[in-house]
């Protein structure tokens, strides 16, 4: 929820969250490699964003500035820029102790989250149809 109350609006469109050829740019273009490396990313940001909600709901800014600090390298290597971003702002603000604006990137990120993490997936199993 935003401060006037309304549903925080879901800023990403799983269909252009991500780039992969900045993943590419890391692993190479082998399909299976890129498969792999999706699925671990969105592993590793599905357990790195699990206590978010938690953290948002008691403002726990420690926790807050670490949910933003580890997620935000594993969303650039995807090619997650925009979520990447948001990610480090988040951390920037609760390392600042603005409670205010670790809030507004913290409910950001969690509105994002879902998009993210099917886009993940889709092209998790594009790559797979591809590889074989």
């Known amino acids: 929820m935003t401060e006037t109350g309304k549903p ?6 799983h269909t252009t969250a991500l780039d992969l050829a900045v993943l590419a740019e890391y692993v190479g273009n082998d399909p299976a490699e890129l ?14 964003l699990a206590p978010l909600d938690a953290a948002l ?5 420690s926790s807050l500035q670490t949910c933003g600090h580890r997620a935000k390298s594993t969303a650039r290597h995807l090619g997650a820029r925009v979520f990447g971003d948001q990610c480090k702002a988040l951390e920037c603000a609760a390392r600042a102790g603005n409670t205010v604006q670790a809030t ?12 993210l993490l099917q886009a993940l997936e889709h092209a998790g199993r594009e790559r797979g149809d591809s590889a074989r």
């Not at 507004?104 to 998009?115: D, F, K, M, N």
């Open 8 to 13: 925080f609006e879901v800023p990403l469109d």
């Open 57 to 61: 709901q008691t403002l726990d800014l």
């Open 104 to 115: 507004h990137h913290g409910q950001w990120l969690l509105a994002s989250r879902e998009s």
């Open 35 to 48: 498969q792999r490396f999706i699925r671990l990313g969105e592993q590793s940001l599905r357990q790195t």
